[in-house]
């Protein structure tokens, strides 16, 4: 299982292209529960649009009638949706060093699903100010690291630079946060703050999800027997699914409103404990939940999270106490846990996944569905 710290790092050394070569289109899965089309059209840009959440914008989009390019350096397959590409114009350069597939052209809005370097958000504010009305910078809530607090609103205070003297790990956790909060500056700094979009989800998931975090819980709780669950009874959690992202998204387009709009859900404060039990309801796996709540226990198993659940001590005490108000107020939806949960579960045995994946969620050395039948005798045993 590729778990949150795993993901910042690749996020900010390497992002996260990769082809997949034995994808197949998921036509089944709905994108957004809101079917109403656009009454104006709209001609829109995704830098990126082929990984994770772009495939769920194109899929909404151009439901509601819009027009979509995007622009990525060609490698990526999707793995859902993959019929809609072929009413989808493709743009091939690179953000590091090729933007000429930009240049004098004109677009309603972009949206940047790939800005995971400063320079690159940059670069291409500053190439598009002139030809696009809108700027949508796909954004985190990484950006309140550390999450020292409670009921984090879009106003708080976000960290710009990286401190120095930090370990390794909370040198990516603060990398990865100031990233995002300085690619947010360069938007506004070019676009102006009346024609700039920022949008900070949670931990996304859903269909086609890359990172196989929040997968590993479909997974694990179809199989049943006994469950590991990690943290304490009242611990938050907090996720979102990728399709409501993507409609809020576009409707923010639409609707020409601009500011920093954080997409969390769910709607009302949810613990571990109920989370495990609503993602469960889906299937009809006979389990038994065995509750791992001694944090330190679990840190010398090197248990710090298990998505959605992150351990809410030190900087990550607030992680999954996100204000969404402002985001509800403005159109965020949430699809109810069961239809997420079932969602990804046919999504991963779709073929949209190689066996090598599958095996590595089952088996790999990072499996916790490996370790668990251990650590649960360890837990038992202490």
Not at 59 to 85: C, K, N, W
Not at 356 to 363: D, P
Request: charged share 20%; hydrophobic share 40%.
């Amino acid at each position: 299982m590729i778990n949150r710290r795993n993901f910042i790092s690749s996020s900010i050394v390497a992002g996260l292209g990769a082809t997949v070569a034995n994808a197949l289109p998921v036509s089944v899965l709905s994108t957004s529960r809101m079917k109403t089309e656009s009454n104006h059209p709209l001609n829109i840009l995704i830098l990126g649009g082929t990984s994770f959440l772009g495939p769920h914008q194109i899929a909404y989009a151009l439901e509601r009638g819009h027009t979509i390019s995007t622009f990525t350096r060609g490698r990526t397959v999707p793995t859902i949706h993959q019929d809609l590409f072929d009413q989808v114009e493709s743009l091939v350069g690179d953000r590091e060093n090729d933007l000429e597939a930009l240049r004098g052209r004109k677009w309603d809005a972009v949206i940047d699903n790939s800005g995971r370097r400063v320079s690159w958000t940059r670069d291409s504010a500053a190439l598009l100010k002139d030809s696009v009305d809108q700027y949508l910078y796909t954004s985190s809530t990484g950006v309140y690291y550390p999450y020292l607090t409670e009921d984090i609103g879009e106003s708080q205070h976000l960290v710009r630079e990286v401190p120095a003297g930090l370990d390794e790990v909370r040198s990516m956790e603060y990398g990865y946060g100031v990233m995002k909060a300085n690619s947010e500056v360069e938007v506004t700094k070019a676009f102006g703050a009346d024609r700039t979009i920022v949008v900070r989800p949670t931990y996304m998931m859903g269909p086609a999800d890359r990172t196989d975090r929040f997968t590993y819980w479909p997974l694990r709780l179809a199989r049943g027997g006994e469950v590991m669950v990690p943290g304490k009874t009242n611990d938050p959690v907090q996720y979102i699914d990728v399709r409501d992202v993507a409609g809020l998204m576009i409707r923010l387009i639409e609707q020409r409103l601009a500011g920093t709009f954080n997409a969390v859900g769910p709607p009302s404060a949810t613990d571990m404990q109920a989370f495990v039990h609503g993602a469960h309801s889906v299937f009809s796996s006979a389990a038994e939940f065995i509750v791992v709540d001694d944090y330190e226990f679990l840190s010398q198993h090197g248990i710090h999270d298990s998505v959605p659940w992150i351990m809410p001590t030190k900087e990550n005490y607030g992680s999954a106490r996100i204000n969404s108000d402002w985001g509800i107020e403005n159109g965020l939806t949430h699809t109810p846990l069961a239809d997420s949960v079932r969602d990804i579960y046919e999504w991963w045995h779709s073929g949209a996944v190689s066996s090598e994946r599958m095996q590595n969620m089952i088996s790999g050395p990072n499996s916790l569905m490996a370790r668990e039948a251990e650590l649960l005798k360890a837990w038992a045993a202490s």
